[in-house]
């Protein structure tokens, strides 16, 4: 009777066409159940954390993160209702408000579809359908908080140009011969003199206004005046170029005609006077004209920030070309003539198909992801300048207009067909960028669905969470370097419709926006998933359930201990799951006031919520045998099983019946036993348990038995290994 260990999860869960691919080297790390459980980048699975209650929606809301630094004060969620956005402040949930003018034009039907990029207090978003908007935080106004603005990003706004400056021209050392003609605005030329014998020419001169903030204003009309041309120019020649203040101005630039173009000359700071003493024109300074790429409604799909510059691509007009703004100037397209490096950029992708292009992202080079490949766009030098733009075909899979996620040294995006999950990495093999199918294995969990949202969760298990259009939550253990991508499935008691994660105090926090049916009517809730247990945390800290509320039982002076304590109105009339002081009681249902009936009177912390089920179960188990070859389609038993737990307290096990495999619900009417638990103390709740527990599992002589474990009460459950003696049959 062999004995066979399953010490590794780190495969997920899989689709059930691998349950006799034993070949695999992950097989025995492949799960057919892992429901409301992570697979751990250690190995070991463990029961998601239950997901607390914060406020009640008036509607459908989308969730965008807003994260000013990594300081939890910093960072805000923006819930994006039907007409306005609400900012919630992300240390602890509390509502920010409602400002007035941050109301939004997106219909919620496309809100998943918006693309988004923030620099410092500023959100740029873009949408096909809409012009490009922004929504900015100012300074607190008071000791309630910031103010938030949602507007249409209005291009190329800057102080207004000065007007047509008055140009004086003064001669200096000339022959006595030779006059200055002020009606022709030119020397009477002396053929005697070497300094007039030359024709006037016509000097044109620009001024443009610049503020505070080094934004520089359209130029000023050209005026022109008949002199010498500054080459032959003699001491005491000069020209003086005024012209009349520009409210806001802090200095000017003034600019002067060569060769048909104009060149800066000078700059004047707090005065409205310059005197050209044939200063040479610097043509690599020029003055700005107006260019907006995204009038008549040629609105952007994407949006991202490259090299300093803010990008965007996808237009209705032109769906292959991308647009960078001026270098350092994100609102600015103005265009200087000839064109230089730090000016805008307009590029078309050329291929042999219209490619649009449905996301950008910045990546060392900049990535684009278009319906048909996928590209990077970089230059010959350091950065992508308008003379200098190279575009390398790096993958033919297409892409969705999902935004893509940067995870350590990889872009992850959703395939153009099927919903496939597909990373691009740098490989040094091919000295280019590959990737992988990361749900080769579990397809059906994406394929004939849409992916509504993700988000990357960092810190503590390096999780993606991912909505399906369904309202079911999926999670994706994702570590590349060491090879792991496990998918789980999360189900909840009602549909998840959006979610986004920030940075916490301690780990990264996920916020969710769940549609749940409460008492006949249906309800949008903002909830975050509950902190993981730490090693420092005991049972009573433990927080397994949904939709959930911490409540402080505690006696007034001189009374006794209520039985009944209040905290749930959210759930009014549902059926809910209690721990009480980390003992759990069953299940009970809410009362008016959103009262509950403890069934035993104590002081401390009260968990309620909506209870669910973790569930986990390896595949059947399949490999070569010396004295029969393979097992595939043998009758096997299993006998003694050892269970070892991590900081776990309870749950039940039971073992598969013939058919099950590729149910995917086989796992509801299991026949289950529990996992013995005791506390140390009668009247005391009982302690994390870690360590072996041998149980003997009720399996009949099945080609595809296997075990199942799962947890119903709120409390944790972590399992590193199970370890069981299978007896193997004969082939039917």
Not at 21 to 27: E, N, S, T, V
Not at 55 to 71: D, K, N, V
Not at 652 to 668: I, S
Request: glycine share 8%.
């Amino acid at each position: 009777m062999p004995r066979i260990n399953w010490a590794n999860f780190t495969g997920g869960l899989v689709t059930t066409t691998l349950s006799s691919r034993y070949d695999l080297q992950k097989f025995h790390t492949f799960l057919q159940a892992c429901t409301n459980a992570i697979p751990d980048i250690h190995g070991n699975v463990e029961r998601r954390p239950g997901m607390e209650y914060i406020a009640t929606l008036s509607g459908c809301a989308y969730l965008l993160p807003f994260q000013f630094s990594s300081a939890p004060e910093d960072n805000f969620i923006l819930a994006f209702h039907c007409s306005c956005t609400i900012v919630y402040c992300g240390t602890n949930g509390c509502c920010a408000g409602c400002v007035v003018g941050c109301t939004h034009p997106y219909c919620m039907n496309h809100l998943c579809e918006v693309d988004y990029a923030q620099v410092a207090d500023v959100v740029y978003f873009a949408h096909c359908c809409y012009p490009l908007y922004k929504l900015s935080r100012t300074d607190k106004t008071n000791a309630s908080g910031y103010c938030w603005c949602m507007q249409c990003v209005a291009l190329n706004q800057s102080l207004s140009a000065p007007s047509t400056p008055t140009v004086t021209a003064t001669r200096g050392m000339v022959c006595g011969c030779c006059d200055w003609n002020s009606s022709a605005g030119c020397y009477n030329c002396c053929y005697c003199c070497p300094y007039t014998m030359n024709m006037c020419s016509c000097l044109g001169y620009k001024v443009s206004a610049v503020d505070c903030d080094g934004i520089e204003s359209l130029p000023s009309s050209a005026r022109c005046i008949m002199f010498r041309y500054p080459t032959d120019w003699v001491a005491g020649d000069h020209v003086t170029v005024s012209w009349s203040a520009v409210s806001g101005a802090c200095e000017y630039n003034i600019y002067r005609d060569s060769a048909g173009y104009y060149g800066l000359i000078g700059v004047a700071c707090g005065c409205t006077r310059f005197v050209d003493e044939n200063y040479e024109p610097d043509m690599t300074v020029t003055p700005k004209e107006d260019w907006n790429p995204f009038e008549s409604d040629n609105n952007p799909c994407s949006v991202t920030f490259h090299h300093q510059r803010l990008t965007i691509g996808g237009t209705k007009d032109a769906p292959s070309s991308f647009y960078m703004s001026r270098t350092g100037d994100f609102e600015s397209f103005r265009k200087s003539r000839p064109l230089q490096d730090d000016d805008p950029i307009e590029y078309m992708v050329s291929s042999n198909a219209v490619d649009d292009i449905h996301w950008l992202v910045s990546f060392g080079s900049l990535f684009l992801g278009t319906s048909g490949a996928e590209y990077t766009a970089d230059s010959s030098g350091a950065a992508i300048t308008p003379s200098d733009v190279r575009i390398n075909t790096q993958s033919y899979w297409g892409s969705k207009n999902l935004k893509p996620l940067i995870i350590g040294s990889a872009i992850l995006h959703e395939q153009r067909l099927g919903s496939h999950i597909r990373e691009i990495a740098y490989n040094w093999e091919i000295d280019g960028y590959a990737g992988n199918d990361l749900s080769l294995l579990a397809p059906e969990l994406v394929e004939g669905h849409k992916i509504i949202q993700w988000a990357f969760q960092q810190s503590p298990g390096s999780n993606i969470w991912i909505v399906r259009d369904d309202g079911v939550l999926l999670c994706l253990t994702y570590m590349r370097e060491q090879n792991i991508y496990a998918w789980s499935k999360h189900t909840t008691k009602g549909r998840v419709i959006s979610v986004c994660v920030l940075c916490g105090e301690s780990e990264d926090v996920l916020w969710l926006v769940v549609a749940r049916q409460v008492n006949g009517q249906e309800k949008y809730f903002l909830e975050r998933m509950h902190l993981r247990l730490r090693e420092d945390d005991d049972v009573t800290d433990s927080f397994y359930v949904d939709s959930g509320v911490v409540i402080k039982n505690a006696a007034n002076a001189g009374q006794a201990v209520p039985t009944t304590v209040c905290g749930a109105c959210h759930l009014v009339g549902e059926t809910v799951s209690v721990l009480n002081v980390g003992s759990p009681e069953g299940e009970q249902t809410v009362g008016e006031n959103g009262s509950i009936e403890l069934q035993y009177a104590t002081e401390g912390k009260v968990v309620v919520g909506l209870p669910y089920d973790s569930v986990i179960s390896p595949l059947p188990v399949e490999t070569d045998t010396q004295q029969a070859g393979s097992t595939t389609g043998m009758h096997r038993a299993y006998g003694k099983t050892t269970l070892r737990f991590y900081r776990s307290l309870g749950g039940q096990y039971a073992a598969t019946k013939q058919g099950d495999l590729g149910n995917e619900d086989f796992w509801e009417d299991a026949e289950y036993y529990d996992i013995p638990y005791l506390p140390e103390y009668w009247g005391e709740p009982c302690k994390l348990f870690t360590g072996d527990i041998d149980v003997t599992l009720p399996s009949g002589q099945d080609t595809d038995t296997s075990i199942i474990l799962k947890q119903s009460q709120p409390l944790p459950f972590r399992v590193t290994s199970i370890t069981t003696n299978v007896d193997f049959g004969e082939a039917p």
